[in-house]
């Protein structure tokens, strides 16, 4: 296997894995574990978007380009995973899942 990929998966099709640039979801996924709240309801996607935008490198992300896409993916990855979760609310909220559950 490649470096430059890694492998996610989706909340919403279980079982089913697709390969993304690795360096691009290690910096959603930082920057999103680092902006997220560990309670809930936590943010609104949009909210998470505009928090999180100042913190992805800009050799990868110019201008916040396809930040949207990466971070739906990266979203469904870490749900997939367990470590972050939405709150029953509408529209998606995102907290940080509480460690062991």
Same mark, same amino acid.
């Given at each position: 296997?490649?470096?430059?990929?890694?492998?996610?998966?989706?909340?919403?099709?279980?079982?089913?894995?697709?390969? =993304?640039?690795? !360096?691009?979801?290690? !910096?959603?996924?930082?920057?999103? /574990? %680092?902006?997220?709240?560990?309670? %809930?309801?936590?943010?609104? =996607?949009?909210? %998470?978007?505009?928090?999180? /935008?100042?913190? /992805?490198?800009?050799? /990868?992300?110019?201008?916040?380009?396809?930040?949207?896409?990466?971070?739906?993916? =990266?979203?469904?990855?870490?749900? !997939?995973?367990?470590?972050?979760?939405?709150?029953?609310?509408?529209?998606?909220?995102?907290?940080?899942? %509480?460690?062991?559950?």
């Amino acid at each position: 296997m490649s470096d430059d990929k890694i492998e996610i998966e989706n909340i919403t099709s279980p079982g089913r894995t697709e390969r =993304v640039n690795r !360096a691009k979801y290690e !910096a959603m996924r930082d920057a999103l /574990l %680092a902006v997220l709240p560990d309670t %809930a309801p936590g943010f609104k =996607v949009p909210e %998470a978007k505009a928090a999180l /935008l100042p913190l /992805l490198p800009e050799a /990868l992300f110019p201008g916040g380009d396809k930040a949207g896409w990466w971070l739906k993916a =990266v979203q469904l990855d870490l749900e !997939a995973k367990g470590i972050i979760k939405r709150a029953p609310t509408k529209p998606v909220q995102l907290h940080l899942a %509480a460690p062991g559950k």
